[in-house]
């Protein structure tokens, strides 16, 4: 059975421990050193006071998770924000990061959010540290490269180019409200 439920501190070891494999084994991610339980907890913290922070569980067990931050830091973009989403090695390409992806956009489009962006990895060559697959992923759900930053990334003593990808959700009114806090996650918790 796959569920998708709002993240928790206590599950911060499992999360760091999906991370953790791709600091050290791919170019996904930029960061060279996987940060300690301690700061990432920190991280998750920041996060859950304004976005959803989802896990998906297969039977019990966290393969993955993705959340929503912030897009810039000011005052003008509070209508728009980046998402991640990490699953563990072993189950990619299983349609988890899909569910996850999609209950987060609509936790988001609810908040009030109208862009979506991901910032993305991307090789001018494909290697044994990164491939197109996250720019493939993100592209199969309806977003569409809005950017490309050359040689801007340096892991593994190469070079890569880092995308900006774009999803529009909403409508872009003269007039908008507040974006609503983050709301109780029952309304979007799920069984697959």
Request: with cysteine; hydrophobic share 40%; glycine share 6%.
């Amino acid at each position: 059975m796959i569920v998708v439920r709002n993240a928790v501190i206590e599950d911060a070891e499992r999360i760091l421990e999906i991370y953790d494999y791709y600091v050290k084994n791919t170019a996904i991610t930029f960061e060279y050193i996987t940060p300690s339980l301690d700061e990432f907890k920190e991280r998750m913290e920041k996060t859950m006071q304004r976005y959803p922070y989802l896990v998906i569980l297969r039977d019990g067990y966290i393969e993955g998770y993705a959340y929503a931050g912030v897009f810039i830091g000011r005052a003008a973009y509070d209508w728009s924000c980046e998402m991640t989403v990490y699953l563990d090695h072993n189950v990619q390409k299983c349609g988890m990061g899909r569910i996850l992806y999609e209950t987060l956009e609509e936790m988001l489009h609810d908040m009030g959010i109208l862009n979506l962006y991901a910032c993305i990895g991307y090789p001018e060559n494909e290697d044994e540290y990164l491939t197109t697959n996250s720019a493939d992923f993100h592209a199969h759900l309806g977003f569409v490269k809005v950017g490309e930053f050359h040689k801007c990334g340096y892991k593994f003593n190469r070079w890569y180019n880092m995308i900006w990808m774009e999803k529009i959700v909403g409508e872009h009114k003269a007039e908008l409200s507040p974006i609503r806090s983050c709301f109780s996650f029952e309304k979007f918790c799920c069984n697959h």
